[in-house]
């Protein structure tokens, strides 16, 4: 871990294994950090924040373009760790997470110039300005799915405002974290950025309850997001919680195309196991081209390379641990039970031959599904698809938004006047419309309902969740002094 600019056992001296799911063999130890380890991590943060807060802003910028230019020289070291510890395929996801990491560092770093306040005209004769000030120690909690990239994502803008921190990695997925820690430390002064390992009761639960800790950033699922918050509430500490999703893909019926049926597998994640919470897992297909776009569909799903991780032709990698292979399984299990449920394609794992040395998911459609299903209202974070008919645009759009998650959405159709009624009419943080794609650094990125609070990617999201604001107001009218 990193604690203080040194690596470092945790202090009980325990550790966690670290395993490759595409082959389910151990590929690394890692520290099981506790709350002593976390208190030593505060503390290193907390006495670095006094110098770091008044480096000048661009100065911390070009520090965060010195990482970015480091990173890029990494991307290939971070890419096989990410594949190896995740089961995400190399050239599909890992290596595209590994650069989207440095350019992450490198937005940020451009960035730093635009920490600025506002003058307020209260009055002629008083001044009123704020400024943008950092909140302090930030504690940032990760998952495993994207763990180099989100890891980025809270350490370069938390950073950039002038904040210091302590990450929790996720214990599937530590090693390309701490390997981009490896390379930020080299440019970092001490204790400005502290990077532990450990298990979500033990060390992340320290970090949510820290009293010194002033700010948490929290990804995740919904479940521990709301513990974060409750945690939090304790001390007022403020908290961005991005969680999870069921997000809706509605199909028009002008979009019985290819390249919306290509859409589609790609807003389903399925190269990354649909392991993201984003993944567009209900697909609304009008009742018009119900049968033939699903018939191109499954073709399509069913034409991806599963298979190592490590090897460049695979499209499709391995579901990161045993606990989520097994409830992805249960999903399938339940679907396959379900008397008004289709099986389109996939189904359950091999149970023999190379597939079954890894935790290797088909892609899977169920079809003639309805929204009340269990499969279509829980997130399942793996590769099953629910495909339900609609007939009319209210029809859709209430269907959509029956859901407690509101993080993404995507619409098919060549009439954008229609696509984007309905983009606006779905409750969700981020609508794409005719396209599927990941996040872009300056979007602003984030969920409504349940799916979470705060924005990630933007410079909105770097003000909003990593400064707070200061107003000095100014009397220019005092009296002149009493003569002498
Ligand atoms: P996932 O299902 O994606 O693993 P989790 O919400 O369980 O999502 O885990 C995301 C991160 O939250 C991981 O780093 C995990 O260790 C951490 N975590 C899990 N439980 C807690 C908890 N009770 N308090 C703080 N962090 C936790």
Partial sequence: MLINGQWTDALSGETLDVENPGRKTIVGTVPRGHGEDVDAAVNAASKAFDAWRKVAPRDRGKILLSI???????????ALAIATETGNAIRTQARPEAGAAADIFRFFGGLASELKGEQIPLN????????????????????????????????APALCA??????????????????????????????????????????????????QIRKLSFTGSTSVGKSIMRAASDRIAPVS???????????????????????????????????????G?????????????????????????????????????????????DKVCGYIDEGLALPDARLVTGGMPDTEGPLSEGYFSH????????NDWRLAREEIFGPVLVAIKWRDEAEVIRMANDSHYGLAAFVWSRDIGQALRTAHQVEAGWVQV??????????????????????????????DSFTQKKSVTVNLDIPAPPAP
């Fill in 434 to 463: 005719n396209q599927g794609i990941g996040q872009l650094p300056g979007q602003s990125y984030g969920g409504t309902k349940q799916s979470g609070i705060g924005r990630e990617y933007s410079l909105e999201s770097m003000l």
């Fill in 241 to 279: 919680l991005e969680l999870g999703g069921k997000s809706p893909s509605i199909v028009f019926p002008d979009a019985n195309e290819d390249w919306v049926v290509d859409g589609i597998v790609t807003a389903m994640r399925f190269t990354r196991q649909s392991q993201s919470c984003t993944a």
């Fill in 68 to 78: 970015a230019t480091a990173l890029e020289q990494q991307v290939e070291p971070m």
């Fill in 281 to 325: 897992s209900r697909l609304f297909l009008h009742e018009d081209i119900f049968e033939p776009f699903l018939e191109k569909l499954a073709g399509r799903a069913a034409a991806l390379k599963m298979g190592d991780p490590l090897d460049e032709a695979t499209d499709m990698g391995a579901i990161i641990n045993k606990k989520q292979f």
């Fill in 124 to 155: 002629e004769n008083m001044l009123s300005y704020s400024r943008r000030e950092p909140i302090g120690v930030v504690g940032a909690i990760i998952p495993w799915n994207a763990p180099v990239l989100l890891a980025a994502l809270k350490i």
């Fill in 363 to 370: 892609p899977t459609i169920f079809a003639d599904g309805s």
């Fill in 162 to 211: 002038g904040n210091t921190m302590v990450l929790k990695t996720a214990e599937d997925a530590p090693l390309g974290v701490l390997l981009l820690a490896r390379v930020a430390q080299e440019f970092l002064p001490d204790g400005v950025l502290n990077v532990l390992t450990g298990l979500g009761h033990e060390c992340g639960a320290a970090i949510a309850e820290h009293p």
